[in-house]
């Protein structure tokens, strides 16, 4: 909880400061961004995991998300590359929590997840079917129980829970638009039935509406309700199926919460493989920097849980754009040290438009890596980042360029940028 909330103050300082004088603001450990990275694998599904481990390891990220149908795969591929396991499934809690147990134990354990989506795939728990066009009632109890099971687990309770996904396609107000049901809601559940650690939303970056605009990414990742886009709004503030009212606008902004599918079509959705790219990480970026701790994009290769060009890989396993811009932004950005505490940089980014957003990050060397992205799908803006006080060496990457700096700066006190449809990073040397 106060890590979100950390990640929610910096983030809204970082965009109050674009355009006025060189405020402090105090940087974020990009370790801890970098963990927030996430992808959706099928291990469970009978793919080879194998495969998946070169593609992980040239990515970067550090998370994925499956489900518990080859648990013991799921522990190699953690052995193997890192990635720590977002692991759910559909009513077996028994299962879920042998799973949970068997990879906490080797040390690969991420968090629990409740049912996906059961507007589309209803489960049956405890003898009852629920969730699709049903009564959700099943749906509630099973995330109850896996709730309660987990934080009375001495082995688990430190690990933490994501709530089911989809759940403002409830029938009946069973309160699952809330984490824990508070007093005088009026739900069918109990006041104080404890769901969640983490809101758990599918707001796909393509939105409902299948179009590409400015600020493609930075609306996905808002808080409040947005025209086209499936997001936090309509799962916890105002249930889109029934209208079941939940958080406050007010409240949203707060709400610890968590992206386990978003994702772009390179071939049904606008602009091929090269725009799927640009958005993604744009993605990644502008959901870190609006409150979310985790994004897992579904998914890694295509063709896989159900077909589709979503992948970050083509099927013979070779990266799209998407991969190797993904790549080179974790590549540019990547630590191996531990950030002891962060400090502050005095910056600001003159003639910023809306369509350019920002993102602090310090390394342990100490060097500050300043993320700086446009959503503009069309021209271009020339921007100068202004420093406080001048400094030694400066580095300009370009994640669509590769992972070395495309510009190299000495004793200055501004950059220039030219910004259009995604990342630079500028990182101040220490």
Not at 289 to 297: E, K, L, P, Q, V
């Amino acid at each position: 909880m106060l890590t979100v909330r950390f990640v929610l103050c910096c983030a809204t300082s970082l965009l109050a400061i674009e355009g006025s004088a060189e405020a402090q603001t105090s940087a974020v450990p990009v370790t801890h961004f970098l963990a927030s990275l996430g992808v959706n694998t099928h291990v469970a599904q009978g793919y080879d995991y194998e495969k998946y481990i070169p593609a992980l390891k040239y990515l970067g990220v550090k998370a994925v998300r499956d489900s518990t149908g080859n648990v013991p795969n799921l522990v190699a591929l953690h052995q193997k590359t890192g990635v720590l396991i977002d692991i759910f499934n559909a009513g077996d809690l028994p299962g879920l929590l042998r799973a949970g147990r068997t990879l906490a134990a080797a040390k690969g354990l991420l968090s629990f997840e409740g049912a996906n989506e059961p507007n589309n795939f209803p489960i049956t728990y405890d003898g009852e079917t629920g969730g699709g066009a049903g009564s959700w009632m099943p749906v509630a109890n099973f995330q109850r129980d896996l709730y309660s099971s987990v934080k009375g687990d001495a082995a688990l309770k430190d690990y933490p829970i994501f709530d089911v996904s989809e759940g403002g396609a409830e029938v009946d107000n069973v309160g699952m638009q809330w984490l824990t049901i508070p007093a005088g809601s009026e739900t069918m559940m109990p006041t104080g039935t404890a769901y969640a650690d983490y809101a758990n939303v599918h707001n796909y970056v393509i939105g409902t509406c299948n179009r590409y605009v400015d600020n493609q990414a930075w609306q996905a990742a808002a808080p409040t309700a947005i025209r086209c886009w499936d997001g936090l709004f309509g799962e916890y503030g105002y249930t889109w199926r029934r209208g079941f009212p939940g958080y406050a606008g007010g409240q949203l902004s707060a709400v610890p919460r968590v992206t386990t599918e978003t994702g772009w079509d390179s071939v049904s959705n606008p602009g091929g493989e090269v725009v799927q790219g640009k958005v993604l990480v744009n993605t990644y970026l502008a959901q870190y920097a609006r409150g979310w701790r985790y994004t897992f994009i579904y998914e890694l290769g295509d063709g896989e849980g159900g077909g589709g060009n979503q992948g970050l890989f083509h099927r013979d396993w070779s990266p799209k754009p998407a991969a190797t811009y993904i790549h080179n932004l974790t590549s540019i950005l990547a630590d191996t040290g531990a950030v002891a505490a962060t400090h502050e940089l005095g910056y600001s980014i003159a003639n910023a438009p809306v369509t350019v957003h920002d993102l602090l990050l310090q390394k342990s060397s100490g060097a500050f890596d300043l993320v700086v992205w446009g959503e503009q799908i069309q021209g271009s803006n020339d921007v100068v980042v202004g420093f406080g006080s001048p400094h030694a060496v400066v580095n300009v990457y370009d994640v669509t360029s590769g992972t070395r700096p495309v510009r190299t700066f000495a004793n200055v006190n501004s950059v220039p940028l030219t910004l259009s449809d995604h990342a630079v990073v500028v990182e101040v040397m220490p």
